[in-house]
């Protein structure tokens, strides 16, 4: 899969982080529970190495809830605290905080022996459209950052002041320079956080429903009438148009919005709560 992967924003992007480090007690990692391995940029183990880190599985409602565990058991090993959240809801804000407070408590409780009540300050990360700018709202309680539901909606640095000793800073999604592992690109494009204006969908949803099909076969036949255990995977496009009559003029299936469809549901946890990583170095 041929992506122009790191547009030229995200070099400005990675100079404001690491001009703004030295404001930060703690970094906040969001990842996506759905691949948590190619949701997590690489770089951040190297740029935030000095700082207290924790990281938030996101959309776990949309992720298989089995792995989602294991997952956070994993991370566990490797010294990461983690847990699952949903930004759209308040599921997990409570356990959000507690980590936060978690990480930062040693550096609290040194300056309040000397009399200083620490504000914390939280740097919020994570590659584009992983839902920082939501978790930060839904913490907050109230509409702080701005949101979408493409990448690359957050510009630039807002700080969001929480409670009157915790504040957040939001940050644009941040890739990585070089993606060379075809399996974690077709993984993010599968969630969306590769923008589809620049691939080719109908390629993309046909690699996504056999996908579907080998891990949950059940969810996808229920999903698309059309489709069966006999359906050859080169039509499994053209079943999903049979399924929904998305025909063009002189009886054409229109492929295209059939592709935009089968995405657009996946995304939405319509066809099937999948989780397309395994933790460690399993592989599915």
């Known amino acids: 899969m041929q992506i122009n992967w790191y547009p030229g924003h995200m070099a400005k992007a990675r100079r404001m982080l690491i001009e703004n480090l030295k404001l930060i007690d703690v970094v ?130 807002q700080w969001v002041k929480i409670t009157p000793h915790l504040e957040l800073m939001d940050s644009p999604g941040l890739l990585w320079p070089k993606l060379e592992d075809e399996k974690l690109a077709l993984n993010l494009a599968f969630i969306g956080s590769i923008n589809d204006e620049i691939l080719d969908v109908e390629d993309l949803a046909h690699k996504l429903l056999c996908v579907i099909r080998q891990r949950d076969s059940a969810a996808l036949y229920s999903r698309y009438s059309a489709i069966s255990k006999d359906t050859p995977e080169s039509e499994l496009l053209e079943a999903v148009c049979k399924s929904r009559g998305f025909l063009l003029s002189g009886g054409v299936y229109d492929s295209e919005r059939a592709a935009r469809i089968v995405l657009d549901e996946f995304r939405g946890g319509k066809i099937a709560k999948l989780t397309l990583d395994l933790p460690g170095q399993e592989r599915i």
């Open 28 to 157: 906040v990692e969001i990842a996506d529970a759905r691949v948590p391995r190619a949701s997590r940029n690489p770089d951040f183990d190297e740029l935030f190495a000095q700082k207290k880190r924790v990281v938030l599985l996101n959309k776990s409602d949309l992720a298989d809830p089995k792995l989602t565990k294991r997952w956070i058991n994993w991370l566990a090993s490797e010294g990461i605290a983690a847990a699952e959240i949903s930004a759209v809801s308040q599921q997990g804000r409570q356990k959000a905080l507690s980590l936060i407070e978690g990480a930062a408590k040693e550096q609290v409780e040194r300056l309040k022996q000397k009399g200083v009540n620490k504000t914390v300050r939280v740097l919020v990360v994570g590659i584009p459209n992983v839902g920082k700018s939501t978790f930060i709202n839904q913490i907050a309680g109230s509409k702080r950052a701005n949101t979408g539901d493409k990448p690359g909606v957050t510009k630039g640095k």
